[in-house]
């Protein structure tokens, strides 16, 4: 799991707003419905509610998934004053609903809080399972890989929205930071923590500043990718506006700003020597 830029217990809060709307099938298999989901992210209009399904359906598609194993049309009964009527609804994936909440209306609250739910949850499962019981340096590692992956694919977004120079991704990678911890650069984080010139700062963060960033990075990637941005300058201002997205949440959630959270003692190369050493 990452995205710890918020405690356990605000986790908690949003798990459990979100977990209380989950059913699960005679198989053992998680799932929302679409109507419920509607109201636990604040639109009163079920019409308003299907565009952004159709908008999810359709990031669904682009990413070569299935729809039909992600949004089930189901009907079911509901109560009507005193009889009974049928209606139309969707039984959703947690997939489906992390596409849901990443096509929302970005002004509300309830759908920044819905993202990070989903993305929490989404990527707990891709790691590893007991991710809740690592140390903190276990947690350091699992998530400097992570982000060392997904600068990759952060990079090859970039380039093919036309970021193409060595010189310009550097740009394109300070505008994420500037956007992440208030204005601050690249350069400027470096000189709050004390690090030599040929250091990365990536590898002297804590596992919640790291988990930050990698928000940072994957949103990015998605959003460039999803609305096919074009152009140096488009691309900067989409990683910079992510980054100012992901601070604005972890402020929403009463979270650590970044540039405040403490420098581990040991980098990610030291811990690496000592698991090495530990396996021998």
């Not at 990443?102 to 707990?124: C, H, M, S």
């Not at 699992?142 to 982000?147: G, W």
Request: with cysteine; glycine share 6%; aromatic share 8%.
């Amino acid at each position: 799991m990452f995205f710890f830029f918020f405690s356990n217990e605000q986790i908690m809060e949003v798990e459990l707003s979100f977990d209380s709307i989950k059913h699960v099938n005679e198989y053992g298999q998680e799932f929302w419905y679409a109507r419920e989901l509607q109201a636990a992210l604040g639109y009163t209009e079920w019409r308003n509610f299907i565009k952004v399904i159709e908008k999810a359906k359709i990031a669904c598609k682009g990413s070569q998934n299935s729809i039909s194993d992600h949004f089930v049309e189901v009907n079911k009964m509901v109560e009507a004053g005193v009889a009974s009527k049928e209606i139309d609804d969707i039984q959703l994936s947690r997939y489906a609903c992390y596409l849901i909440v990443q096509n929302g209306d970005p002004r509300k609250k309830t759908i920044a809080l819905g993202q990070t739910y989903f993305a929490v949850k989404t990527r707990q499962q891709e790691l590893v399972e007991n991710y809740d019981d690592l140390s903190e340096d276990q947690k350091r590692l699992a998530i400097r890989r992570e982000m060392k992956e997904h600068n990759k694919s952060l990079a090859d977004a970039a380039h093919d929205a036309g970021v193409t120079e060595q010189k310009d991704y550097a740009i394109f990678q300070n505008k994420g930071y500037q956007g992440l911890y208030g204005g601050l650069s690249r350069q400027d984080i470096h000189a709050r923590k004390g690090l030599k010139k040929s250091q990365n700062i990536l590898d002297h963060m804590g596992a919640e500043e790291l988990a930050a960033n990698l928000f940072r990075a994957t949103q990015t990637e998605a959003k460039l990718r999803r609305e096919h941005i074009q152009g140096k300058e488009l691309a900067n201002q989409t990683h910079y506006d992510v980054g100012k997205k992901v601070r604005q949440t972890i402020s929403d959630l009463g979270g650590t700003m970044p540039e405040d959270l403490p420098t581990p003692a040991q980098s990610i190369q030291q811990l690496e020597r000592k698991q090495k050493k530990r396996l021998k």
